[in-house]
């Protein structure tokens, strides 16, 4: 690569104040990347109510035909039904195709020696599940009956199960466990976990995975025993709603939402974000942690092929919440999020 196009889609509140950070940490590395351009692009619930639209063709026209990856913030989409709104950020996943949502969760140890109490992937299917958002309301017996289709495919179910045996094969402890409530949902569920539980013996694998151990446990148990015991878990595996739940579950047991990055990830694009969403409770403060945002652009940097930035800004990151004298309020710390990033800055 010559250069290196990012398109910045920063969106709604904190989307706007944790964005900027992770600009400034993929600068810090300087020529260790090619020449690196950054374009602003505009999304979200407050330019939909400027425009009437939260996703302009435009934005999605540079990501496809100029960008090589993408920096989201977080949208403000309202729990109340809007005439002629709709998520941006879910609407971008399908129209990008970026049909596996990987997210990390790890705590920080004491020290680079020692290992963290938690280590593990979700991998989250991003473009189907209940997210189809086909949903309807009539008037029955029992007055307004609403109803929506949650569709699951092989095709979706066996691209996000090989990104789950691709992601454990490359990790120390190569293990994959599929979350699914098949005991009740026998034919979508179903339908995942058989699915994915096949990827080891597609055609073509030639017994790439076996040295993947699998196992599964039911959505619910999961969180139970994620809680108890997180570090039975090395990848989960999950269909888009389990997967979006049980990774804010997991970002609780490494301390806070600000902490968990991601990367819509697909065959062709990368589009990095955090977990959490736009926070309109501690929005405008600059307070939101930047930590997530920095660390999502470590990971896009790495799925490019950049892994020696990505670990640059990764190890910063981890020795400012080492130190513990620079963090944001959601970790027990009294520092602004431009602290934060210029702390971190310094480090890479
Ligand atoms: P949220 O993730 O925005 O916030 C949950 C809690 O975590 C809040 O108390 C918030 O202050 C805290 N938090 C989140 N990120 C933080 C950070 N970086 N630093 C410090 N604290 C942080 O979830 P919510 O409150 O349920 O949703 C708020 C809005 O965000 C809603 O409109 C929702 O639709 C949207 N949302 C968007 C995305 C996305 O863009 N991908 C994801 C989730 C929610
Ligand atoms: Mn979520």
Redesign the pocket.
Known sequence: RQSLKIGMIP?D???RE?LPGAKAAIQALGSSLPKTEFIDLLAG?EYFTKTGTALPQETVEVLKNECDCAL????????RKVVGYS?P?VALRKKMDLYANIRPVSSVAPSPEEKPQVDLVVIRENTECLYVKQETQTVGENGKEARATRLITERASRRVGEMAFKTALARPRKHVTIIHKSNVLSITDGLFRETVRAVPTLPGVNGAYDSVTIAEQLVDSAVYRLFREPHIYDVMVAPNLYGDIIS?AAAALVG???LVPSINAGDTFVMG??????????AGQD????L??IRSAALMLRHLGYGDGADRIENAVDEVIREGRYL???LGGKSKTSEVVSEVVKRI
Do not use: K, Q, Y
Request: proline share 13%; aromatic share 6%.
């Open positions: 969106a509140g904190i989307g944790v619930f989201f913030g977080a949208v403000s989409s309202p729990s998520s950020i804010d806070s939402l600000g974000e955090p977990v959490h969403g736009s926070a309109p409770d501690i307070i939101a942690n930047p997530a945002a944001t309020p959601d």
